[in-house]
């Protein structure tokens, strides 16, 4: 199965790294300690051999008297036996016979500095033998047991010296076990130091995550480049992808809406020109719609899910804008917004609100109210534009939020900006919903998505 995360991936690696590590360091210090332990053996029963050498004249003959004093010395316990064979016989142990019989392992390598190697046609003396020092065997004894012994060879005598090879086992035993536990305890606080070292070492791409998460959700426009070396320079290309993505966003946007102002008034005008011939004024009432279809499209394609706008301060200027349009009417424009952030980009609430506010001021008898309060969802608000008005009929109100429907004909306007809010609320998935303002007038409400 193919690993998906770069944490996983330094952590297996790790993991495989130091069980590697530390089973090649477990091999080589098991390999020294056996070494130390057999050594020491080695030395045990190359003294035992010593002493079976000092009761060995040069003739061969054994002096049976000194070997019977420091045979204490050669019972060294159970399974340890010593042998003397000579062309007269064979003096040892008595347990059990020393060696099953077998292949000789080959014999100790010659010093190098003790000069030129011996005639291979002369027989040596024992003095040479002697200073050769013993040889090391390993084999079972007749009983199929594991036996470890040194030899030593003096002209027509050979001097066997023998241990357990458990002597050597149990020691070594003894002392891997602990080396093991504490191999295996390291090993744990390495995989756990690696682990932290990894957390550590990869936060920083968890707060790049975070903070390119913030961008996609409009908390934020850039990424912070004050990163380690090695993210520096992918904090600073997605700050320039952003920025070229939000300049053509704009560019596309700004297009989109001047062709729509462009188009509006026109189209508005030839449709009431040809409103009494019913045959012009279905193909003008198709072209609107083709156009306004196509722009839908466009706009929907350019909708920035990361925008939002302060709800408050827009309503506070667009207020105070309409106000100064509508300066000789005296009216009075009464605002009450929450503390609320819409996610729609600012030119779309403006363009909505403004359209809104637009319409009440026109049909307003003297009084307009804005406000903008969540709903019990907090996913969305309503922004609402009330006035006392004449308000709508019912009946009217489906259809006057169609392009180009007017129902008063007198002063200013072509009926587009209830079609405009309707179209950007739903736009961003909200509605536009109109109704009778209590004491009389129209209540506007747009429900919006809310950005936390």
């Given at each position: 199965?193919?690993?998906?995360?770069?944490?996983?991936?330094?952590?297996?690696?790790?993991?495989?790294?130091?069980?590697?590590?530390?089973?090649?360091?477990?091999?080589?210090?098991?390999?020294?300690?056996?070494?130390?332990?057999?050594?020491?053996?080695?030395?045990?029963?190359?003294a035992e051999i010593a002493l079976l050498a000092s009761v060995v004249d040069r003739d061969g003959r054994?002096?049976?008297?000194?070997?019977?004093?420091?045979?204490?010395?050669?019972?060294?316990?159970?399974?340890?036996?010593?042998?003397?064979?000579?062309?007269?016989?064979?003096?040892?142990?008595?347990?059990?016979?020393?060696?099953?019989?077998?292949?000789?392992?080959?014999?100790?390598?010659?010093?190098?500095?003790?000069?030129?190697?011996?005639?291979?046609?002369?027989?040596?003396?024992?003095?040479?033998?002697?200073?050769?020092?013993?040889?090391?065997?390993?084999?079972?004894?007749?009983?199929?047991?594991?036996?470890?012994?040194?030899?030593?060879?003096?002209?027509?005598?050979?001097?066997?010296?023998?241990?357990?090879?458990?002597?050597?086992?149990?020691?070594?035993?003894?002392?891997?076990?602990?080396?093991?536990?504490?191999?295996?305890?390291?090993?744990?606080?390495?995989?756990?130091?690696?682990?932290?070292?990894?957390?550590?070492?990869?936060?920083?791409?968890?707060?790049?995550?975070?903070?390119?998460?913030?961008?996609?959700?409009?908390?934020?426009?850039?990424?912070?480049?004050?990163?380690?070396?090695?993210?520096?320079?992918?904090?600073?290309?997605?700050?320039?992808?952003?920025?070229?993505?939000?300049?053509?966003?704009?560019?596309?946007?700004?297009?989109?809406?001047?062709?729509?102002?462009?188009?509006?008034?026109?189209?508005?005008?030839?449709?009431?020109?040809?409103?009494?011939?019913?045959?012009?004024?279905?193909?003008?009432?198709?072209?609107?719609?083709?156009?306004?279809?196509?722009?839908?499209?466009?706009?929907?394609?350019?909708?920035?899910?990361?925008?939002?706008?302060?709800?408050?301060?827009?309503?506070?200027?667009?207020?105070?804008?309409?106000?100064?349009?509508?300066?000789?009417?005296?009216?009075?424009?009464?605002?009450?917004?929450?503390?609320?952030?819409?996610?729609?980009?600012?030119?779309?609430?403006?363009?909505?609100?403004?359209?809104?506010?637009?319409?009440?001021?026109?049909?307003?008898?003297?009084?307009?109210?804005?406000?903008?309060?969540?709903?019990?969802?907090?996913?969305?608000?309503?922004?609402?534009?009330?006035d006392d008005g004449p308000g709508i009929p019912v009946a009217e109100r489906e259809r006057v939020t169609?392009?180009?429907?007017?129902?008063?004909?007198?002063?200013?306007?072509?009926?587009?900006?209830?079609?405009?809010?309707?179209?950007?609320?739903?736009?961003?998935?909200?509605?536009?919903?109109?109704?009778?303002?209590?004491?009389?007038?129209?209540?506007?409400?747009?429900?919006?998505?809310?950005?936390?």
């Amino acid at each position: 199965m193919k690993l998906r995360s770069i944490q996983g991936r330094m952590l297996l690696l790790s993991a495989i790294a130091i069980l590697a590590a530390l089973g090649i360091a477990g091999w080589a210090i098991g390999g020294v300690l056996e070494r130390v332990v057999t050594e020491g053996i080695d030395r045990r029963l190359d003294a035992e051999i010593a002493l079976l050498a000092s009761v060995v004249d040069r003739d061969g003959r054994v002096d049976r008297a000194a070997l019977a004093q420091r045979a204490g010395a050669l019972e060294a316990g159970r399974g340890w036996r010593w042998r003397i064979e000579t062309p007269q016989g064979a003096i040892g142990s008595a347990d059990r016979p020393l060696m099953h019989a077998g292949p000789h392992p080959p014999g100790p390598v010659p010093n190098p500095g003790a000069g030129p190697g011996p005639d291979p046609d002369a027989r040596p003396g024992p003095d040479a033998e002697r200073e050769r020092g013993p040889e090391a065997i390993d084999g079972e004894d007749a009983g199929g047991h594991a036996i470890h012994a040194r030899r030593l060879t003096m002209g027509a005598v050979t001097l066997f010296a023998a241990a357990p090879r458990a002597v050597i086992a149990r020691p070594l035993r003894d002392a891997l076990v602990p080396l093991l536990a504490a191999l295996a305890i390291l090993a744990v606080l390495l995989a756990a130091a690696t682990w932290v070292q990894l957390r550590l070492g990869l936060r920083p791409l968890g707060r790049m995550r975070a903070q390119v998460a913030a961008i996609r959700a409009g908390k934020a426009s850039r990424l912070d480049e004050d990163q380690p070396v090695e993210l520096r320079g992918l904090a600073t290309e997605l700050n320039a992808l952003a920025a070229d993505r939000e300049a053509a966003l704009a560019t596309a946007r700004q297009s989109a809406a001047n062709l729509a102002h462009a188009l509006k008034t026109p189209v508005a005008t030839l449709a009431l020109g040809v409103r009494d011939d019913p045959a012009k004024a279905a193909q003008v009432a198709r072209i609107d719609a083709t156009i306004r279809h196509h722009l839908s499209r466009a706009r929907a394609g350019m909708v920035d899910a990361r925008a939002s706008t302060p709800v408050a301060p827009a309503i506070a200027d667009l207020v105070q804008a309409i106000g100064r349009l509508h300066a000789g009417r005296g009216l009075s424009i009464a605002t009450d917004s929450a503390d609320v952030t819409a996610a729609i980009d600012p030119q779309d609430f403006d363009e909505l609100l403004g359209n809104l506010l637009d319409n009440a001021a026109r049909y307003a008898g003297s009084r307009i109210w804005v406000g903008a309060h969540s709903q019990a969802d907090a996913r969305w608000l309503d922004l609402i534009v009330a006035d006392d008005g004449p308000g709508i009929p019912v009946a009217e109100r489906e259809r006057v939020t169609q392009p180009g429907v007017r129902l008063d004909e007198r002063g200013e306007g072509h009926g587009f900006g209830l079609a405009i809010v309707r179209e950007l609320a739903e736009l961003h998935g909200g509605r536009l919903t109109l109704s009778e303002r209590p004491g009389g007038g129209l209540e506007a409400r747009v429900a919006l998505p809310a950005r936390h």
